[in-house]
């Protein structure tokens, strides 16, 4: 699988999506769903849009290494976070379940997955360009 374009793209839509959701939220929800619900709404559309950016960040940087599965699990973490975290908050909104507040946390363990895995692919280029330069010194 080529993964830059498919990260990029995602990345996109994930961005493309944040600002539907968000004018949806801020437009058609504000008369219809009590302010607790439509912050709950507003949370998700940040998070989506924050994880959006992370997942062109990942498109970007496999540009660079497109052989960086770190990275590439980073982003799928990301993608999957957004979709159980944001989502569950969406679905939350429309249908007052409570208990589909209960995927939320697992979609926010993925988000912070995918955040680690970020930093481990960071601190393993921050080594191999410090092999590369032989130099053990900053």
Do not use: K
Request: glycine share 14%.
């Amino acid at each position: 699988m080529n993964r830059p374009p498919v990260w990029l793209t995602t990345g996109a839509a994930c961005g493309f999506v944040t600002v539907a959701l968000g004018a949806f939220g801020a437009h058609g929800l504000r008369d219809l769903v009590s302010p607790e619900r439509l912050a709950n709404w507003a949370t998700a559309t940040d998070y989506l849009g924050l994880h959006a950016l992370a997942i062109l960040a990942c498109g970007l940087w496999l540009l660079q290494r497109p052989d960086d599965g770190l990275v590439h699990r980073a982003a799928a973490a990301f993608l999957v976070g957004i979709l159980l975290f944001s989502g569950s908050l969406f679905a939350l909104v429309l249908t007052d379940q409570r208990a589909i507040g209960m995927i939320t946390p697992i979609g926010g363990v993925l988000l912070l997955a995918g955040w680690a895995l970020l930093v481990a692919g960071a601190w393993r280029v921050r080594g191999r360009s410090r092999a590369d330069s032989g130099s053990g010194a900053d």
